[in-house]
C-alpha cells in the first residue's frame, strides 16, 4: 500500500531533550516536506526537500533540522526542543517537485513540550 | 505573494443541506489551486485539485470547487451533506512559475453536520 509513515504519532517530551520525528515514503517521491499544524494557522512548512540530498528551508524553519540522505526518508530534528513547538506535524511526499502534484501526508505527529 | 484566504472557520449544516466552504486566494498568475480533507485524528487527503483546465472541478465523495478567475475564488460546494463530511477543509494555492515548490494552506475550515 502506498503510504506516508510518521513516527512516534505521539510524543511527551521536556524543554532542551534532543528529538527525531521519522518519516518514510513508499513511493519514490522525489519531493518530501514537513508541516505543522496550529488552530487558526493552517499548515505552515518547515523544510522541504526536492530530491535526495538537496533541502531548504519552508516558511517556519526556526529550531529544526533535516536531512534527506535516502530518498524514502526524510527525518525532523529538534536539536533543543521549547514550549512553543508544541504542535502537529506533517510529513508530506509528492513525485516530483511540481506544483500540481497532489501531495501525500503521513498521519501526523502530535508534539507535546513541556 | 500568494495567500489564501478561508471565510468562516467553523461552518455547520443540516445533514441534506447544501455545503458552501469558501476560499479567495491572491496570486499574480493563474495559480494552482487544491482542496484537502482532514478527518479527525487522520493526515490531509486531496479532494480535488484545479490546474487551469475545466474551471468547474469534480472531486470525490461528491465535492466539487468552480475556479472563478474575476473573483480571485475557489469555493467548494456539495449538494448534500451526509454526516461523514464532518472534517476540517484546508483550501491551498501554489505558484506554476516558482522555483519554490511551496504549497500555501489557508487556516481550514471546519464542517459540522447536524443530524
Known amino acids: 500500500e502506498a503510504q506516508v509513515t510518521q513516527n512516534p504519532r505521539y510524543l511527551i517530551t521536556v524543554t532542551g531533550k534532543k528529538l527525531t520525528v521519522t518519516c518514510s515514503q513508499n513511493m519514490n517521491h522525489e519531493y518530501m516536506s514537513w508541516y505543522r499544524q496550529d488552530p487558526g494557522l493552517g499548515l505552515r512548512q518547515i523544510y522541504y526537500s526536492m530530491n535526495v540530498e538537496v533541502t531548504d528551508k519552508g516558511d517556519v524553519p526556526e529550531g529544526y533540522k533535516v536531512s534527506r540522505k535516502e530518498k524514502r526518508n526524510f527525518p525532523l530534528i529538534l536539536e533543543s526542543p521549547s514550549p512553543n513547538q508544541t504542535s502537529l506535524y506533517f510529513c508530506?511526499?509528492?513525485?516530483?517537485?511540481?506544483?500540481?502534484?497532489?501531495?501525500?501526508f503521513g498521519q501526523g505527529t502530535r508534539l507535546t513540550v513541556v | 505573494a500568494q495567500s489564501v484566504t478561508q471565510l468562516g472557520s467553523h461552518v455547520s449544516v443540516s445533514e441534506g443541506a447544501l455545503v458552501l466552504l469558501r476560499c479567495n486566494y491572491s496570486s499574480s498568475v493563474p495559480p494552482y489551486l487544491f482542496w484537502y480533507v482532514q478527518y479527525p485524528n487522520q493526515g490531509l487527503q486531496l479532494l480535488l485539485k484545479y490546474t487551469s483546465a475545466a474551471t468547474l472541478v469534480k472531486g470525490i465523495n461528491g465535492f466539487e470547487a468552480e475556479f472563478k478567475k474575476s473573483e480571485t475564488s475557489f469555493h467548494l460546494t456539495k449538494p448534500s451533506a451526509h454526516m461523514s463530511d464532518a472534517a476540517e477543509y484546508f483550501c491551498?494555492?501554489?505558484?506554476?512559475?516558482?522555483?519554490?515548490?511551496?504549497?500555501?494552506f489557508g487556516s481550514g475550515t471546519r464542517l459540522s453536520i447536524r443530524p
Open positions: 491551498a494555492v501554489s505558484d506554476p512559475d516558482s522555483s519554490a515548490s511551496k504549497i500555501i
Open positions: 508530506a511526499s509528492s513525485p516530483y517537485a511540481i506544483e500540481a502534484t497532489e501531495a501525500f
